[in-house]
């Protein structure tokens, strides 16, 4: 990922669904795909981090569901139309869960079936974000940000492969 043509000044902390307590002394906004294989990586990977890091007040997270037309990332697109933004904890748990199984949905269900899949499992009903939706979109465009997962941590700009001893210094 080229992070040298992201505007980071383009990137704002409202939108998205925010967990953290709203004057913790850090920000992270995740641009994330919840059928991005990628974002799995990044989101398994630092869970434990950043939710210690939230708990101790340290962390305020803004995740930001970003939808793609790119073909294997539509199941992502309508798994973000179920997600509660008002109910931070309920999409943890959400995303927690489709990361998790993400293998055994991604590829393997049709969106009808998808649907029943998120309604069965995490009894979730469709939402009303497209609005929501389409703001990301909207500032992630301005901020030239193409790729998930994108992070941006205080000044800092990464992906899914940062090392999680550098994001543990990033978190201190």
Known sequence: MDIS????ENVTTTGGITI?????????IEFINAACPYCRKWFLKSEEMLTEAVKA???KRII???????ADLQLG???HTYLPFDQPETVIQALSFLFTHQKTWRNDLTPNEFKKYI??????APQDNTENLATIIAEADRANIKFVP????GEHIFDESIAMTDLNTLLK
């Open 64 to 70: 930001k569901p970003f939808d793609k037309d790119k």
């Open 77 to 79: 697109n309508l798994a």
């Open 5 to 8: 043509v992201i505007k980071r």
């Open 150 to 153: 994108t992070i941006i941590l």
């Open 57 to 59: 007040g340290r962390l």
């Open 119 to 124: 309604e069965q499992n995490l009894n979730l």
């Open 20 to 28: 953290g307590q709203p004057d913790a002394p850090l920000t992270s």
